[in-house]
Nanobody
Framework: VQLVESGGGSVQTGGSLRLSCAAYGYTPSGTCMAWFRQAPGKEREAVANINSNGITYYADSVRGRFTISQDNAKNTLLLQMNSLKPEDTAMYYC?????????????????WGRGTQVTVSS
């Protein structure tokens, strides 16, 4: 299984970005996929996750601004990020695991991408 993120970049406060995670060698049925982020000097934290039934979870800090979705035909996980804030600046990672109930901690995911950097300036 290989996960490859793309779509990061630098934007100003209030801007938008859309992250993509292409999954290779991974069957979307019976799976959880998630986005995590890690800022310098901080622990990796859950941003959002989605299971094969389309049930989603969002961290309080991003709820209402970020939207997670899957394009199963393309085996791609997406994260639409709107109204970005400087505190959203971090490396964003895609993660996946074969389970029906998605965990929120990094330890509950087996497969990880290498990350894509998001920088929001004020």
């Amino acid at each position: 299984v290989q996960l490859v993120e793309s779509g990061g970049g630098s934007v100003q406060t209030g801007g938008s970005l859309r992250l993509s995670c292409a999954a290779y060698g991974y069957t979307p049925s019976g799976t959880c996929m998630a986005w995590f982020r890690q800022a310098p000097g901080k622990e990796r934290e859950a941003v959002a996750n989605i299971n094969s039934n389309g049930i989603t979870y969002y961290a309080d800090s991003v709820r209402g601004r970020f939207t997670i979705s899957q394009d199963n035909a393309k085996n791609t996980l997406l994260l639409q990020m709107n109204s970005l804030k400087p505190e959203d600046t971090a490396m964003y990672y895609c993660a996946a695991d074969y389970r029906w109930v998605c965990g929120r901690g990094p330890a509950t995911y087996v497969y990880w991408g290498r990350g894509t950097q998001v920088t929001v300036s004020s």
